[in-house]
């Protein structure tokens, strides 16, 4: 994406060479038998449910949305928030460790559903009220899984940060975050540097989902021009 391009200290020194080529888009009509066994499975009925679909790893911002639980709870008590994608063996990654406490804390409100096939994630932003995406990696390349819920109907709330913003296509939900800026003098077991994650201020994530969630015409405004906007993609 251009927004991708633009911070790349590599990328960004060649603007004018540069063409975007947007990836194909596709996704399956989700199973009503399927859906069905998704939310009794998990006790969706009944329930505001939040989405993240992302590996577990600390630029992902899982811990923000975490974070904001208890915030939703005072209006909403009744949450759920799924889980997909690879969460406990993510290589070079510690953050499934690492927030486990709050994990235990909460664990009646979430579930995990690990790494879906096309049909599943079709099945999953089905019964998926809203998607959080609270990146903090500036070079996010592109918010594949964003559209795909988008194309489905389902709200999402996106951090302000690489082809993130492109990808929403101006339907708005677009949130602050402070990015990765500097990383560690040591590296992980891909060889990789390890990002020094700033602190957040996790109110404006959980006043969005407060406001999306409360206001059906709002809701029902933002699903359609979010589908809308995935459609013309």
């Known amino acids: 994406t251009e927004d991708y391009a633009a911070h790349s200290r590599f990328l960004s020194k060649f603007k004018k060479k540069i063409r975007v080529v947007p990836p194909p888009v596709l996704m399956p009509e989700p199973s009503a038998c399927d859906c069905t066994t998704l939310r009794e499975e998990h006790g969706l009925d009944g329930k505001k449910v939040i989405g993240f679909a992302a590996r577990f790893a600390a630029e992902k911002g899982v811990e923000y949305l975490l974070g904001a639980i208890p915030y939703i709870l005072t209006e909403y008590p009744n949450i759920r928030i799924l889980f997909a994608g690879e969460y406990q063996n993510v290589l070079g990654e510690t953050v499934y460790q690492q927030l486990q406490p709050v994990m235990e804390r909460y664990k009646e409100y979430l579930s995990f559903l690990g790494v879906l096939s096309p049909q599943g ?87 969005a989902l407060e406001e999306l969630m409360g206001d059906r015409v709002l809701y029902r405004r933002q699903a359609q021009a979010a589908r809308l906007a995935a459609m013309a993609f």
């Not at 903090?136 to 993130?164: H, I, K, R, W």
């Not at 492109?166 to 590296?187: D, H, I, M, S």
């Not at 992980?188 to 959980?206: G, K």
């Open 121 to 207: 994630m079709a099945d999953f932003f089905s019964v998926c009220d809203v998607l959080v995406l609270p990146s903090v990696n500036s070079t996010e390349s592109f918010g594949l899984v964003q559209v795909e819920a988008m194309l489905c109907g389902v709200p999402v709330l996106a951090s302000d940060q690489g082809g993130l913003v492109e990808a929403k296509a101006g339907t708005g939900y677009v949130l602050p975050v402070r990015p990765v800026e500097r990383y560690r003098t040591v590296f992980d077991e891909n060889r990789m540097p390890v990002p020094v994650i700033p602190e957040q201020d996790i109110e404006p994530w959980a006043r």
